[in-house]
């Protein structure tokens, strides 16, 4: 029968690794802070889109029926068109699918997807702060090595 423990990761007192394999958690917890920071970056642009598509629902007005706009096709590339519906939108919903809501279901499901990303903001802030004192915590225990290692006279 298999062990529970096995699972689990084991930790190790950084304290008992010498300074190469202090190096290498290190260089591996600074890999792991990149990662984390492109991706708490990512989910700010991303909550920053969703809240400019909740701005740009709100310039949809009755009052503006028939007017002409301009239809971004791409970021960069806008071609003019006029609103012929001013109740509805065209909401992007992810992998290229499409759905017609009110403006109030577009405003709804946009100011769900900018919660959705701020608890995982939170928890991914959460996460990193817990990386960059673990990086504190392993520089200072490097730096003790070093001097220690530098206070003993060399055995030649």
Known sequence: MASTTASQPQQINVADLDLQ????VRRQLEEELNHLTNSFAQLKQAQAKFKSCIENVGEVKPQNKGTTILVPL?????VPGHLSDAENVIVDVGTGYYVKKSRAQAT???ETKV???R????TLQETIQKKQENMNYLINVMQAKLQQSQAQP???
Request: charged letters at 25%.
């Open 21 to 24: 394999q202090l190096s290498d």
């Open 74 to 78: 791409t970021n960069s590339l806008y």
């Open 108 to 110: 709804k499901y946009y």
């Open 115 to 117: 919660e959705y990303i």
């Open 119 to 122: 608890t995982n903001l939170e």
């Open 154 to 156: 060399s055995k030649v």
